[in-house]
Nanobody
Framework: QVQLVESGGGLVQPGGSLRLSCAAS????????MGWYRQAPGKQRELVAT???????NYADPVKGRFTISRDNAKNTVYLQMNSLKPEDTAVYYC???????????????WGQGTQVTVSS
């Protein structure tokens, strides 16, 4: 019913920057929290950052001061600006959205397909 499409991943050198985007489409009445998670090889998926509809943000300690999450509610899109990237940031990054489909106050959680971010010299 809802698709999340991520873009912006790739290969970058340590200290570099990347900007991820995630656009939601489909049966959307409203989107509550949106966020980014990541999963490195052999590790569990972990929170990177979240943002509420009103713009309140939350960051995991390893990315505080380096990453910035933002969203455009008119475009149903969430962004992740990643600066000062480190090799330990290498992972598949997943977009997440909590979606209300109609005026009925019920939400469904959705995940994107993931985009690879590799930080290496």
């Amino acid at each position: 019913q809802v698709q999340l499409v991520e873009s912006g991943g790739g290969l970058v050198q340590p200290g570099g920057s990347l900007r991820l985007s995630c656009a939601a489409s489909g049966r959307i009445y409203s989107i509550y929290a949106m966020g980014w998670y990541r999963q490195a090889p052999g590790k569990q998926r972990e929170l990177v950052a979240t943002i509420t509809r009103s713009g309140s943000t939350n960051y995991a300690d390893p990315v505080k001061g380096r990453f910035t999450i933002s969203r455009d509610n008119a475009k149903n899109t969430v962004y992740l600006q990643m600066n000062s990237l480190k090799p330990e940031d290498t992972a598949v990054y997943y977009c997440n959205a909590n979606v209300q489909h109609s005026i009925v106050l019920q939400t469904t959680n959705y995940w994107g397909q993931g985009t690879q971010v590799t930080v290496s010299s």
